[in-house]
């Protein structure tokens, strides 16, 4: 692509083109050498999408509450941007489209943008590219940003270094609950969502969700958000009205004493370090584990004449950097 093109692409997506931010979504994912070039025009537009989080193990109904939230933030003339993770294909590696399917009713809204993104075998319920798709959706102008995570259970936690407001969905009849409930990714919901409340035990599992939320709370700490734990039915669109009303409570509450603010560094300096890690991981496979040293190295700790460790320290003395010991006296 040239410099041309890449430009028109960018004017594109500020006039809030969705071929064009469609486009520059598929060169993120793809790492694209020209992603550099499309943080740096697209960053300084950055920072007015609310960006909410919506998780939960898999059939609790993530995608129809979804549904139901994009029909109400377009009936109050907010524009929406939806990145839904898909698992991928094991054929095409691409996202298997299960969740834009359920959202078609909204593909000829203009003001709606959906895209599915295969998590391409990355853990923690998100794709490695969803962070970018974020900030190139809330560049072109969109008032809301949803992400809804591939459904993956305990383990299900990144989202909470994405999204400014991050929705847990439960649903009665998942068997152990307490299970479910553990406390990794009970710490990362601010809002909790008990879907599917028609098919009983509903109440047993709000409460059992309220008891786990005040053994978490801390009673000498002030002034800290109380996660409400919301009874919903999607597919009839109950619930909803309340889900979107907690929403806007946690933004106010986030904004009160600049912890919004605090949360987005905190996520931009994760991000920063990520591109670090895979800088590092690109220059080490470049400089060293090509040709002879990975040669001499492989054989060495395959003959076991060599430990992984001693074989990372030569590696580190390659790149000239001092690979410290952890144990020793600071």
Known sequence: MT?????????????????AVSKLITLVERESPLVPDIYREIYPQGGHAHVVGICG??????????????????NRSLTVGVIAVDPTSPYTGGAVLGDRIRMQRHATDEMVLIRSMGTRGHLGGLSRATLGAVRLLDACGKDVVIVETVGIGQAEVEI????????????????DQIQVLKAGIMEVGDIFVVNKADQGNADKLILEIQVMLGLNRDPQTTHVWEPPVIRAEGIYEEGIEELWTAVERHRSHLQVDGALQEKRKQIMVRETMDIVSRRIE?????KVLKGKPKDDLANKIGGMNVDPYSAAAAIVEELGLQLGNRNADP
């Open 3 to 19: 410099t041309k093109e890449l430009s028109a692409l960018i004017e594109g997506l500020r006039g809030g083109n969705t071929r």
């Open 57 to 74: 193990p898999p059939g609790t109904g993530k995608s129809t509450l979804v549904n139901g939230l994009i029909a109400l933030l377009r």
């Open 160 to 175: 909470g270094d994405t999204a400014d407001t991050t929705v847990l969905v439960m649903t009665p009849g998942l068997g």
């Open 282 to 286: 690109e220059l080490l496979l470049a």
